[in-house]
């Protein structure tokens, strides 16, 4: 596997891996309509485009050449970096793929100067919650963080201390 900052040129195969991606894990956590909206919302192309010219870093995963997932983190102003999305496409999960892609991002925290990986993750995302668990990440508080449109996300913080702590 080949990791390598996206482009612009990447945001049409970001926006079909998180489509599919999205489309095929989610519907059993929360409802079409609230995927439909947070698509939009998070990988509309101006969007994408706004986070690759301000930040926070985007990357991408290829096999042979080809783009199989992306993650997007930045370290904030308290020296933690968010894990903002880790997502791996479905004909490649259960490979390792996720696993190797958080311990680059781990790395990358540490190099950034980041002292710990914090993210969010939806309560009822088990298989996420338990990956994230086994990476050595814990649950270090409950947040719902009201997203407009009458959605919301009711996640778990979890964080991680870097080699750099």
């Known amino acids: ?25 989610y519907p059993s956590i929360i409802t079409v309509e609230q995927i ?15 986070q690759l010219r301000e930040g926070p870093h985007w990357e991408i995963a ?4 080809q783009p199989i997932a992306f993650t997007s983190y930045g370290i904030e102003s308290d020296g933690r970096v968010k894990l903002h999305k880790l997502y791996v496409a479905t004909a490649h999960q259960r490979q ?5 892609l958080l ?22 995302n088990t298989s996420a919650i ?11 508080k409950e947040a719902t963080f009201d997203i407009g449109h009458g959605f919301v996300m009711d996640d778990y913080i979890m964080c991680k201390r870097t080699a750099a702590s």
Not at 130 to 140: D, N
């Open 103 to 124: 311990a680059h991002v781990m790395t990358q925290a540490a190099r950034l100067g980041g002292n710990e990986v914090w993210l969010q993750v939806n309560k009822r």
């Open 62 to 65: 290829e096999l042979h050449g």
């Open 36 to 50: 439909h909206f947070m698509l939009e919302w998070m990988y509309s192309p101006a969007e994408i485009e706004r």
């Open 1 to 25: 596997m080949h990791i390598r900052a996206a482009t612009t040129a990447d945001i049409p195969q970001i926006r079909l891996l998180a489509h599919e991606i999205w489309h095929a894990h």
């Open 130 to 140: 338990e990956a994230y668990t086994k990476a050595g990440f814990h649950i270090e």
């Open 96 to 100: 390792g793929i996720g696993r190797e």
